[in-house]
């Protein structure tokens, strides 16, 4: 089983500050995905395919990364992007993995 | 639009069981795979389930394989969970999720509380 970890658990920066939140996996993987939870909220696809930008991400947003070391990166954070974090891959068992999520505050 | 609103939480007592609905809109129902995804109170995501656009194939996690069990009807745009079995670690928010063509869950419904407790 491919497990991820993501470092930091906390990440705490002010508004405008650059934000790099790092996922690892055990074993190399094709892609990685990354979701966005806020508060009492479903998380929300921000990145898929390493990459790639999903339908409404804004470009302060960007995904990184290959074979087991990835990273999200905030350009300058604005005070909407104050969430948790997860890292997520596809394939094996299970099917889904997340990782255990990097929280960004102030 | 897409839209998934998930129903049939609650509080229930250990070795009891619950059946999760997900109605589904703004897309065709019978194409993509479905998943449902948990999380325990101040914890993380955890995949539970899986099935195929027309139900012919479904994976479960190995902590739920035996207990819980997903099926769909795509002719009422819906996704199942039914649990049976539960324990107190099975505790959580159950999200209803669906899959994207890139290997990842591009639409979230709110989630639906269970509570396993007696």
């Known amino acids: 089983e491919i497990v991820l970890t993501q470092s930091p658990g906390t990440l705490s920066l002010s508004p405008g500050e650059r934000a790099t939140l790092s996922c690892r996996a055990s074993q190399s993987v094709g892609y990685l995905t990354w979701y966005q939870q806020k508060p009492g909220q479903a998380p929300r696809l921000l990145i898929y395919?390493?990459?790639n930008r999903a339908t409404g991400t804004p470009d302060r947003f960007s995904g990184s990364g290959s074979g087991t070391d990835f990273t999200l990166t905030i350009s300058r954070l604005e005070p909407e992007d104050y969430a948790v974090y997860y890292c997520?891959?596809?394939?094996?068992?299970?099917?889904?993995?997340f990782g255990p999520g990097t929280k960004v505050d102030f | 639009e897409v839209r998934l609103v998930e129903s049939g939480g609650g509080l229930v007592q250990p070795g009891g069981s619950l059946r999760l609905s997900c109605a589904a809109s703004?897309?065709?129902?019978?194409?993509?795979?479905m998943s449902w995804v948990r999380q325990a109170p101040g914890k993380g995501l955890e995949w539970v389930a899986n099935?195929?656009?027309?139900?012919?194939?479904?994976y479960h996690v190995d902590s739920v394989r035996g207990r819980f069990t997903v099926s769909r009807d795509d002719a009422k745009s819906s996704l199942y969970l039914q649990m049976t079995g539960l324990e107190a670690e099975d505790t959580a928010v159950y999200y209803c999720?669906?899959?994207?063509?890139?290997?990842?869950?591009?639409?979230w419904g709110q989630g639906t509380l269970v509570t396993v407790s007696s």
């Open positions: 099935i195929k656009g027309d139900g012919s194939r479904t």
């Open positions: 999720a669906k899959v994207g063509t890139s290997e990842n869950l591009d639409y």
């Open positions: 703004g897309f065709t129902f019978s194409g993509p795979w």
């Open positions: 395919r390493t990459s």
């Open positions: 997520q891959r596809y394939g094996g068992s299970p099917l889904f993995t």
